[in-house]
């Protein structure tokens, strides 16, 4: 799948703080059930939930909401930034 032919994004991903694994702000106590994004990139995989955690590694959900169409993935816990935390949920409530 080619990233130049843009899939059109149902929220405003672009506008969600990229924030980098070992930053102090990716230090996130998570639980299943938490909304969360992928911190380095947060249009490629969008938003999704956590489905299952085992220590530091967290299975979620994205129902491919992301440009790379991503359904579920595990990730490390570090790139995973809940949006609850930060207060995001006005940023995403901003339709395109």
């Not at 639980?31 to 380095?40: E, H, K, M, R, S």
């Not at 990139?41 to 999704?48: V, W």
């Not at 955690?53 to 790139?79: A, P, Q």
């Amino acid at each position: 799948m080619s990233l130049d032919s843009k899939k059109r994004l149902s929220y405003r991903l672009d506008l969600l703080p990229v924030i980098m694994p070992f930053h102090r702000r990716a230090k996130n106590e998570l639980q299943p059930g938490d909304l969360v994004y992928y911190g380095p990139s947060p249009e490629f995989y969008g938003i999704g939930e956590i489905v299952q955690r085992e220590e530091s590694v967290c299975v979620v959900d994205f129902r491919g909401t992301g440009l790379l169409g991503i359904h579920k993935d595990e990730i490390l816990i570090n790139y995973l930034i809940p949006i609850h935390t930060l207060n995001l949920t006005g940023v995403l409530k901003t339709k395109v």
